[in-house]
C-alpha cells in the first residue's frame, strides 16, 4: 500500500476531497531551504484536489494518511498510456495494409489515438481511500 499524508479540503457525500501535504524537504538538509528545493518551487503548480474514498467522520483542515493499492499506479499507467499506444499502432498498421501509403497510415493512427483516448476517459480506476487520521501526537517530538 502507498500512502501520503493529506489535507481535508472538503467533505461530500461520495467521500472526501484533499489535498497532499508536501514535506518541508528531502531531510538531508534538515529543512533549512536547500537549492533543489528552490528549484523545485519555481516550476510547482497549484495543490491539486482529489476525491478519496473515507469512512471516518471528518472535517476539513484535519490531516489523513490516504492509501493507494500496490499496483493500481502501474495499471492505470499501463491503462492510459500502453492501451492508446497500442490501439494507435494498430490503427496505423490496419490503415497501411487496408490501402498502401503514409495518408492510411496516418488516418488509421489518429483514429486508434482516438479510440484510445475514449476507452481511457471512460474507464475507471479504484479511488484511492483514507486509511487512518494522522497522529500528529506522534509526529511532534520534543528536544531533549
Given amino acids: 500500500m502507498l500512502e501520503q499524508t493529506a489535507e481535508i479540503v472538503k467533505t461530500a457525500p461520495e467521500g472526501v476531497w484533499v489535498r497532499a501535504v508536501e514535506p518541508s524537504g528531502c531531510g538531508s538538509c534538515g529543512g533549512q531551504g536547500c537549492s533543489s528545493r528552490r528549484i523545485a518551487e519555481l516550476f ?13 467522520s471528518l472535517s476539513p483542515g ?3 494518511v490516504v492509501g493507494i493499492a500496490r499496483g493500481s499506479v502501474l495499471r492505470s499507467a499501463i491503462r492510459a498510456y500502453g492501451l492508446a499506444l497500442a490501439l494507435m499502432l494498430g490503427g496505423a498498421l490496419l490503415g497501411q495494409a487496408l490501402r498502401p501509403g503514409d495518408a492510411a497510415a496516418v488516418v488509421g493512427l489518429v483514429l486508434g489515438g482516438a479510440a484510445g483516448g475514449l476507452f481511457v476517459r471512460n474507464a475507471r480506476a479504484p479511488r484511492p481511500a483514507v486509511l487512518r487520521r494522522e497522529d500528529s501526537p506522534l509526529l511532534r517530538m520534543r528536544k531533549g
Fill in 44 to 56: 510547482q503548480r497549484k495543490p491539486r484536489q482529489f476525491l478519496v474514498d473515507c469512512d471516518l
Fill in 62 to 64: 484535519d490531516r489523513v
